[in-house]
């Protein structure tokens, strides 16, 4: 398909508009905050690169697509959060090319196309850049991107686009398992989308080529302890998961619900376009992949499709105005808080880290565990500091990066106490009163914090990381 070059004022206005987004989000992206999700995406890939199997040698219910990735990028140029920080950000960056390739696509107007990506990247300022559910959300933008294109080759009436149509499928299906390997509900989700493009094409040899896609991607399974990564992956996220994070259903369904509405107002206005359609179906089924943990922040995840759809729709003049203000509403709160959020901080954040490069927080938190501790030795940061193991560059003395009581069952918490046992680290990083205590998902006095009453005494308390609380605790003399 081809460019278009600003040819007037105006273009040259929707030229420098996309520019001002791109440069605003890069800065406003670069910038943010590490949180433990971006700690336990690092640590993961830390410890891959270091020769661990998950799975078999630390506990971790997402694919592990993630780490292997983030672990090349470690063993090409040191695992530093600098270029992790960097190669996340370029990707990124790179997948607005499929989501305005999609655009065009739907055959949005250059204005409508910079207005959705705006969206798109305010959209993607609320969940940390470095983790495994970012990188799946930005796989799942190239997926559709291939979905649709393999649906319109398949449509196509020259003898070539038809072959073509068979490598477009074959692709398509490995591009939705590398998805799964990113993480799972999302994999599944568009899996069931492929397949249903596959069968409606009534093309067997393209059923077949998908199908071969999703098992060739899949074949690296077999490198894994099969029965911990079925117990990880899939026993446990059915039995704990849900449980802690669905009471946040409500956000979910209202946005199911816009989607709907959508779709209606699509079918009402006789929109025939099998891109939209496609996009539709894939929108839903992103919404219905984060159903066990359906916050906004997740939600910010498989809202993107929302944008391109609305401006797809051929609504009159009226009922466009009425619906793009209601839309409207909730995008310019989301974009003043983040935007004043963003300023109020800045300056602080210059001063502590002016090229953006480090994490001065967790960089001072691990020069207090270096300075008590020699390389390789294991240590043990709890309930949630997965961001000291890869910071510090300690390996952990159990196979829990993370233990969280409303998440983790009374058995992971004994086998991390076997683990403790085992290892017996000399030093154990606690952190009292924690953000995971605030926001209701983690009561300090677990069977760990017991056995570490138990079995270890405080020999200091870190000062300067306030409102944290941090305890360094080290072993009696002897086990009783």
């Known amino acids: 398909m081809s460019m278009e070059y600003p040819s007037s004022r105006a273009s040259w206005l929707v030229t420098l508009a996309a520019i001002a987004v791109a440069v605003v989000f890069v800065a406003m992206r670069w910038y943010a905050a590490i949180d433990p999700d971006a700690g336990l995406t690092l640590t993961a890939a830390w410890q891959v690169s270091q020769g ?17 990735i983030l672990a090349a990028v470690f063993r090409v140029v040191g695992p530093s959060f600098a270029a992790a920080k960097f190669f996340s950000l370029a990707v990124m960056v790179l997948t607005a090319l499929p989501f305005l390739a999609l655009a065009r696509r739907l055959k949005l107007a250059p204005a409508q196309r910079v207005a959705a990506l705006a969206v798109w990247a305010l959209l993607a300022l609320q ?19 291939l979905l649709i294109s393999a649906w319109q080759a398949a449509h196509a009436a020259t003898p070539s686009a038809a072959r073509q149509a068979v490598g477009y499928f074959f692709g398509l299906g490995m591009a939705v398992t590398a998805v799964g390997w990113l993480l799972q509900t999302r994999g599944a989700a568009l899996a069931l989308v492929g397949l249903g493009a596959a069968v409606a094409t009534r093309r067997p040899r393209l059923l077949v080529a998908y199908a071969g896609g999703l098992a060739l991607a899949a074949l690296p399974v077999l490198a894994l302890p099969l029965r911990e990564f079925w117990q990880q992956t899939v026993v446990y996220p059915a039995q704990y998961y849900p449980a802690a994070n669905t009471d946040n259903a409500l956000w979910l369904a209202a946005w ?114 270096q300075a008590r501790t ?93 409102p944290h609380r941090f305890q360094l605790l080290a072993p009696k003399s002897a086990e009783e």
Do not use: C
């Open 256 to 369: 199911l619900g816009v989607t709907a509405a959508g779709g209606l107002a699509a079918f009402a206005a006789r929109q025939r376009a099998a891109a939209f359609w496609l996009l539709w179906l894939s929108a839903v089924a992103g919404m219905v992949s984060i159903w066990p943990h359906a916050d906004l922040l997740y939600l910010s995840l498989v809202l993107w499709p929302l944008p391109l759809l609305y401006f797809a729709v051929p609504l009159r003049r009226v009922w466009r105005w009425t619906s793009g203000v209601l839309l409207a509403l909730p995008v310019a709160v989301l974009g003043v808080l983040s935007l004043s959020l963003f300023i109020t901080l800045l300056p602080m954040e210059l001063r502590a880290n002016p090229f953006g490069v480090g994490a001065p927080y967790w960089q001072e938190l691990a020069a207090a565990v």
């Open 127 to 145: 969940f940390p850049l470095i983790s495994y559910s970012t990188y799946a959300h930005l796989a799942s933008i190239w997926v559709i991107w």
């Open 52 to 68: 661990l199997l998950p799975y078999r040698d630390f506990f971790e219910f997402h694919p592990p697509g993630a780490f292997y």
């Open 374 to 466: 020699a390389p390789g030795e294991p240590i043990f940061a709890t309930p949630t500091l997965p961001n000291l193991y890869f910071f510090a560059q300690r390996p952990n003395a159990t196979r829990f990066n993370s233990l969280f009581s409303q998440q983790y069952g009374p058995k992971h918490f004994q086998e991390a106490i076997a683990d403790l046992r085992r290892v017996r680290p000399k030093l154990v990083v606690r952190e009292l009163d924690s953000m995971a205590v605030k926001i209701g998902i983690h009561r300090d006095g677990t069977a760990v914090d017991q056995y570490l009453d138990q079995y270890y005494e405080v020999i200091a308390e870190l000062r300067g990381f306030a």
